[in-house]
């Protein structure tokens, strides 16, 4: 499944993020390694959103950090459709509460990057 995600990645992901305040090549790297991009595209949705549709959803919203914090973390549902986010937090321990806070930051910074998506 990561190497899988990593070929995606490089078909698909080159070039996507642009962030100012988060390293974005560091959290592209994150991303990969902790798997999110078999389920996750910067600006294509796969089984889970794009992030960049993420971003455009929660950005400006206050407490945007902390849902998708938490949503990284605990898992999710519900708000995308009928799959689960799987959780990355708590006893998996895949990623500590600071990487999880770092990739929302990320994702959340994709907003104002990026084109709006062709309907
Ligand atoms: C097995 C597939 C899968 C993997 C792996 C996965 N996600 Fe998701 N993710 C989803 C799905 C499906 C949703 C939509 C959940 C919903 O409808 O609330 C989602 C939603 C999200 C959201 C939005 C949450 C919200 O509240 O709207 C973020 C942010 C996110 N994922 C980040 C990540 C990150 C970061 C990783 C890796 C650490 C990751 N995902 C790994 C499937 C996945």
């Known amino acids: 499944m990561p190497r899988a995600a990593a070929l995606l990645c490089l078909?698909?992901?080159a070039g996507g993020a642009h962030a100012a305040d988060v390293?974005?090549?560091?959290m592209l790297s994150l991303a990969r390694?902790?798997?999110c991009l078999a389920c996750h595209a910067v600006n294509q949705r796969k089984i889970g959103p794009s992030y960049?549709?993420?971003a455009r959803r929660y950005s400006g919203q206050p407490g945007a950090l902390q849902t998708l914090q938490n949503a990284i973390l605990n898992g999710h549902s519900g708000t995308w459709g009928i799959i689960p986010m799987p959780a990355y937090g708590g006893s998996q321990q895949v990623l500590t509460p600071a990487q999880a806070g770092d990739l929302a930051?990320?994702?959340l910074s994709l907003a104002a990057h990026q084109p709006a998506p062709k309907p």
């Open 23 to 26: 390293d974005a090549a560091a």
């Open 105 to 107: 930051r990320w994702v």
């Open 11 to 13: 078909a698909l992901c």
């Open 52 to 54: 960049t549709e993420v």
């Open 33 to 35: 390694a902790s798997g």
